[in-house]
């Protein structure tokens, strides 16, 4: 029966404006819309599941859209009076059951024309306020951007009721913002960003505010301290849920995050780039395992200020090449240090007598001298 009743009044609707009465068909709309009601409600206090009650009050809302966006497309349709409007039945719906009203249905075109006739003095106030506010001139641009495309009609960009829910909040609340003080930047840009404002104007506005602030740093390791600052600060802001200026796209603690998160990994990697030409790899004639062996021996022996063994690791790999391998991984360093033989070992010892020998020729030429001709009476005898 009440499907019946809403292909009715669709039916009835097709005749405005070519019935030649009107006034019979306001009246029809009329007692077939109080009909329409009476079944709502029975429907709404009936014994039915509520899961089985959503999926027919969603049916419902699509029946009232199509006519709605229907009579809009009518150019020879106007429709003056709010009890012969097909939002008269949506706002019903809206009102009486809204536990079963799908906010994330798209508003028909007629629904949005309709709150920015109502919020149109709020925007007014809002733009005055704006124009006069202590805030850069980007971030007023990215705001203008959005109130701009909220207050065109056209298909391209449809809203869900929810997400014009959410435009009337953020008017309401910027208008009740202190933007004329010092840290109006920061008053503006802590609401939106508390409010996943995700309009891609405002995310822009953040990449390119983080981007200025980062020239102020020349070290690139001073860059990437303060992005990581930056991405900590973002993740520490509440995700917040089902409110949005645009539900389709991700949150805009996400697309932030995610940004900076790039922007680490590649400032990350020109830092890495930049050492590898400024301090080239030292080629030793050394294998990867003779080289642990040494740093094993340096290690026991103190020579390091650290007992971080893994930076110590990374600085050889970082700074050295074996005999062998051009590349040499903080890993393959550890292993060999570990797993040390007789043979690696021997042949880091003939090395270390070598440099013992070299040292005595060089720096104790007396006791060189002695040793020899002790030696030679020696085998004299």
């Keep these: 029966m009440l499907k019946d009743e809403l292909h009715d009044i669709e039916k009835l609707f097709s005749t405005?404006?070519?019935?030649?009465?009107?006034?019979?068909?306001?009246?029809?709309?009329?007692?077939?819309?109080?009909?329409?009601?009476?079944?709502w409600k029975m429907m709404a206090f009936s014994e039915i599941s509520d899961k089985s009650l959503r999926r027919y009050f969603y049916y419902q809302l699509e029946g009232i859209l199509k006519i709605s966006d229907t009579l809009f497309n009518m150019a020879d349709i106007e429709l003056s009076k709010k009890t012969t409007d097909p939002l008269f039945l949506l706002d019903h719906l809206k009102q009486y059951f809204p536990n079963y009203f799908n906010n994330d249905a798209m508003a028909p075109i007629a629904y949005h024309q309709r709150s920015i006739e109502q919020w149109s003095e709020d925007v007014r106030l809002l733009k005055s306020k704006l124009k006069k506010a202590q805030i850069s001139a980007e971030l007023k641009t990215?705001?203008?951007?959005?109130?701009?495309?909220?207050?065109?009609?056209?298909?391209?960009?449809r809203y869900s009721f929810r997400e014009i829910s959410y435009s009337k909040y953020i008017i309401e609340q910027m208008l009740l913002i202190d933007i004329f003080s010092d840290k109006a930047d920061n008053n503006l840009i802590s609401f939106l960003s508390s409010a996943n404002f995700?309009?891609?104007?405002?995310?822009?506005?953040?990449?390119?505010?983080?981007?200025?602030?980062?020239?102020?740093?020349?070290?690139?390791?001073?860059?990437?301290?303060?992005?990581?600052?930056?991405?900590?600060?973002?993740?520490?802001?509440?995700?917040?849920?089902?409110?949005?200026?645009?539900?389709?796209?991700?949150?805009?603690?996400?697309?932030?995050?995610d940004w900076l998160q790039e922007e680490i990994l590649l400032t990350e990697k020109s830092l890495s780039k930049r050492s590898e030409v400024?301090?080239?790899?030292?080629?030793?004639?050394?294998?990867?395992?003779?080289?642990?062996?040494?740093?094993?021996?340096?290690?026991?022996?103190?020579?390091?200020?650290?007992?971080?063994?893994?930076?110590?690791?990374?600085?050889?790999?970082?700074?050295?090449?074996?005999?062998?391998?051009?590349?040499?991984?903080?890993?393959?360093?550890?292993?060999?240090?570990?797993?040390?033989?007789?043979?690696?070992a021997a042949r880091v010892r003939d090395l270390l007598q070598r440099m013992v020998l070299r040292i005595n020729r060089n720096f104790f030429p007396m006791a060189v001298a002695i040793n020899a001709t002790v030696l030679s009476y020696l085998n004299m005898r």
Excluded at 28 to 38: A, C, D, G, W
């Design 278 to 344: 400024a301090i080239p790899k030292i080629p030793l004639e050394l294998s990867v395992a003779h080289l642990s062996c040494l740093i094993r021996l340096l290690f026991e022996e103190s020579v390091f200020a650290t007992q971080n063994l893994q930076f110590i690791f990374k600085g050889f790999a970082g700074h050295y090449q074996s005999k062998r391998q051009a590349v040499i991984s903080p890993g393959s360093l550890s292993k060999e240090f570990y797993s040390i033989d007789q043979h690696t």
């Design 142 to 157: 990215s705001v203008c951007k959005w109130v701009e495309e909220l207050n065109e009609i056209n298909y391209s960009r």
């Design 16 to 39: 405005w404006g070519n019935s030649g009465n009107d006034i019979i068909v306001e009246s029809t709309f009329q007692s077939k819309s109080q009909r329409l009601f009476e079944g």
């Design 198 to 257: 995700n309009h891609l104007a405002f995310l822009v506005y953040r990449q390119n505010k983080i981007r200025k602030e980062l020239e102020a740093f020349i070290c690139l390791d001073d860059k990437i301290n303060y992005l990581h600052n930056q991405k900590a600060t973002v993740a520490s802001v509440p995700e917040v849920k089902h409110i949005a200026y645009n539900i389709s796209w991700p949150s805009l603690k996400i697309m932030l995050g």
